[in-house]
C-alpha cells in the first residue's frame, strides 16, 4: 500500500512539473504581445470624442474693445452704487442731518444719484451693442450646412447676453430713426455694431455689414491702379 501511494505521488508532481512551465510562459508573455483590441465602450467614448469636436463653435469675431467696454460698465456700476447708497449712509452716519436742512440732504443725494446713474444709464445705452464675440454653430446636427450665428453682448448691468440668428434672413441694416452711436446692423430689430475690418470671414462680413468682400477690393484697386499707370 506504501508503494502504491509514493507511485501515485510521485505521478501527480510530474504532472505539476509538466504544467508549471506552461503556466509560467503564458504568464511571462511580454506587453507588447498582449492584443489591445478596443472594446465597444473605448470605441463609444471615441465617437463621442469627435462628435464633440465637431460640435465646438468656430470663433469668427471678437471685438478689440470687449474687455475695455466691460471695464468701464462695472466702474459706472460701482460709481452708481456709491452715489445711490453712500451718500445718504454717510449723511445719516456722521450727522449731516443736524447741520443741513431736509431739503439740502434730497437735494445734494438726488444730484448725485443722478449723475451716476445717468453716466451708467448712457454708457450703457452707447456700449449695449457692441458685439464681443460671433461664432459659429451648428443649427442641427444632422445638418452640417445649416448654421448659425451666436452672438455674444453685454447688457447695462454688464451681464452677458447671447443672441443666436440666422445671418442670411434676420440681418437688416440699420435705420434712418436710429440714434445710437454704435450701430452698423441690427438683427430681430436690436442694433449692434461690429469692427467690419476684424471679421474673419468674409461672406460673413458682406452679410453683416454690406461690406465687399477683399478680393473683390483688391481687383478693383488693382484695376483703377492699371488705368492710373496707361493715363
Given at each position: 500500500m506504501i508503494r502504491v501511494s509514493t507511485l501515485r505521488l510521485a505521478?501527480?508532481?510530474?504532472?505539476?512539473?509538466?504544467?508549471?512551465?506552461?503556466?509560467?510562459?503564458?504568464?511571462?508573455v511580454p506587453a507588447d504581445r498582449v492584443a489591445t483590441t478596443p472594446t465597444p465602450l473605448q470605441l463609444r467614448a471615441l465617437s463621442t470624442t469627435n462628435?464633440?469636436?465637431e460640435k465646438e463653435p468656430v470663433v469668427l469675431y471678437?471685438?478689440?474693445f470687449a474687455s475695455l467696454t466691460l471695464r468701464l460698465k462695472?466702474?459706472?456700476?460701482?460709481?452708481?452704487?456709491?452715489?445711490?447708497?453712500?451718500?445718504?449712509?454717510?449723511?445719516?452716519?456722521?450727522?449731516?442731518?443736524?447741520?443741513v436742512p431736509a431739503t439740502g440732504q434730497v437735494a445734494v443725494i438726488a444730484t448725485a444719484g443722478l449723475?451716476?446713474?445717468?453716466?451708467?444709464?448712457?454708457?450703457?445705452?452707447?456700449?449695449?451693442?457692441?458685439?464681443?464675440?460671433?461664432?459659429?454653430?451648428?443649427?442641427?446636427?444632422?445638418?452640417?450646412?445649416d448654421q448659425l450665428i451666436r452672438m455674444v453682448t453685454r447688457d447695462i448691468l454688464a451681464r452677458k447676453v447671447e443672441t443666436i440668428f440666422d445671418p442670411t434672413k434676420?440681418?437688416?441694416?440699420?435705420?434712418?430713426?436710429?440714434?445710437?452711436p454704435f450701430c452698423n446692423f441690427m438683427v430681430h430689430g436690436l442694433p449692434f455694431y461690429i469692427h467690419p475690418q476684424m471679421?474673419?470671414?468674409?461672406?460673413?462680413?458682406?452679410?453683416?455689414?454690406g461690406e465687399e468682400k477683399q478680393d473683390e477690393v483688391d481687383n478693383k484697386n488693382k484695376t483703377k491702379t492699371d488705368d492710373d499707370e496707361f493715363l
Open positions: 505521478s501527480s508532481l510530474k504532472g505539476v512539473k509538466k504544467i508549471a512551465p506552461a503556466a509560467r510562459c503564458s504568464l511571462c462628435e464633440d469636436k471678437e471685438g478689440p462695472r466702474v459706472s456700476l460701482t460709481s452708481a452704487v456709491i452715489g445711490i447708497v453712500g451718500l445718504p449712509a454717510l449723511s445719516f452716519f456722521y450727522g449731516a442731518a443736524d447741520s449723475t451716476a446713474v445717468g453716466s451708467t444709464v448712457l454708457l450703457g445705452y452707447c456700449f449695449s451693442p457692441y458685439v464681443h464675440t460671433l461664432e459659429r454653430v451648428a443649427a442641427d446636427a444632422q445638418d452640417k450646412n434676420d440681418v437688416a441694416a440699420p435705420s434712418s430713426s436710429n440714434s445710437r471679421v474673419h470671414d468674409d461672406e460673413l462680413r458682406v452679410q453683416l455689414v
